[in-house]
């Protein structure tokens, strides 16, 4: 391939043909440590990033005892009882002897498994 007329983005690396190197710099995000993220890229515009440049943090989610999904600390008090109904629907099409009653919320005691 003849990489005349290719422009590199100072960012990834990755080249264009020329007058595309703008375009793709307007989504392209630049690599933790590049010297060009604080000066922005270099075309007027400013950075979208956060000035922290860290993810913001995912809300801690709780799992289900039931189901094992996972779901927000205020969603999953909604859930439990849906859940539960649901439990004992399915358990009701089998027969008496394949009947298990429905999971018990664990108990958690504040230890913590790292110590």
Do not use: Y
């Not at 094992?68 to 109904?85: D, T, Y």
């Not at 399915?90 to 498994?113: A, D, I, M, Y």
């Amino acid at each position: 391939f003849n990489d005349q007329g290719m422009e590199k983005c100072p960012h990834c690396g990755r080249t264009f043909l020329s007058g595309r190197l703008e375009v793709h710099l307007r989504g392209c995000k630049p690599k933790a440590g590049d010297p060009l993220a604080a000066a922005g890229s270099g075309n007027g515009e400013s950075s979208k990033l956060p000035s922290s440049h860290s993810p913001t943090p995912k809300p801690r989610a709780v799992v289900c005892h039931i189901c094992g999904r996972e779901f927000g600390s205020a969603s999953i008090e909604i859930h439990l009882p849906q859940c539960a109904k649901k439990w004992e629907e399915l358990e009701e099409k089998k027969t008496p002897s394949e009947r298990r009653p429905v999971p018990q919320r664990p108990v958690h005691t504040g230890s913590s498994l790292e110590e």
